[in-house]
T-cell receptor
Framework: DQQVKQNSPSLSVQEGRISILNCDYT??????FLWYKKYPAEGPTFLIS?????DKNEDGRFTVFLNKSAKHLSLHIVPSQPGDSAVYFC????????FGAGTRLTVKP | NAGVMQNPRHLVRRRGQEARLRCSPM?????VYWYRQLPEEGLKFMVY????????ESGMPKERFSAEFPKEGPSILRIQQVVRGDSAAYFC???????????????FGPGTRLTVL
């Protein structure tokens, strides 16, 4: 039962442009959402989070948007840089955390 | 402050052997989580532990898998009689004692890649 879905397994973007990664969830009890970034042969690292009482959280080049009515969140990276190339996992939690399958972002120079 | 430590980083076992994966949480963290990443798949939750207690093991296979987090020492994920399908990357994460445990930001270790021959 996949409660958190990332429907795009991969995304390719030109350096300097915006990257938009999407995530959908099914459990309306989720009240905290996170994005993790993962490089090959390393563990995921925390990137940015948002509580369900907000609809936007911004940290430098990274912004997460939450649309509770649509059960959808997105991560915007602008401007995208080659070092952003990684797998991005969306996660959602109530008392347990559930991860999506990940989206591999490639930023081309 | 060292991050989450996992060892070994790579583990090779033959079918039927036992695999033991160790995780030392960040200093001051009392919540430990184990995840499995199968090839071409995302992270799958396995188990959530606090010191000497299993809080949620809803993601653990019913047989052959067990986990513990003793009062002293690392958390151990144990897989008995491994099969080829157990080949995966196993990640441990930890979070601090305050908050609701499962909702806290989790800090991940580098993972253990298990290969079953």
């Amino acid at each position: 039962d996949q409660q958190v879905k990332q429907n795009s397994p991969s995304l390719s973007v030109q350096e300097g442009r915006i990257s938009i990664l999407n995530c959908d969830y099914t459990n309306s009890m989720f009240d905290y959402f996170l994005w993790y970034k993962k490089y090959p042969a390393e563990g995921p690292t925390f990137l940015i989070s948002i509580s369900s009482i907000k609809d936007k959280n911004e940290d430098g080049r990274f912004t997460v948007f939450l649309n509770k009515s649509a059960k959808h969140l997105s991560l915007h990276i602008v401007p995208s840089q080659p070092g952003d190339s990684a797998v991005y996992f969306c996660a959602a939690s109530d008392n347990d955390m559930r991860f999506g399958a990940g989206t591999r972002l490639t930023v081309k120079p | 402050n060292a991050g989450v430590m996992q060892n070994p980083r790579h583990l090779v076992r033959r079918r039927g052997q036992e695999a033991r994966l160790r995780c030392s949480p960040m200093k001051g963290h009392s919540h430990v989580y184990w995840y499995r990443q199968l090839p071409e798949e995302g992270l799958k939750f396995m188990v959530y532990l606090q010191k000497e207690n299993i809080i949620d093991e809803s993601g653990m296979p019913k047989e052959r898998f067990s986990a513990e987090f003793p009062k002293e020492g690392p958390s151990i994920l144990r897989i008995q009689q491994v099969v080829r399908g157990d080949s995966a990357a196993y990640f441990c994460a930890s979070s601090p004692p305050q908050g609701r445990g499962g909702t806290d930001t989790q800090y991940f270790g580098p993972g253990t890649r298990l290969t079953v021959l």
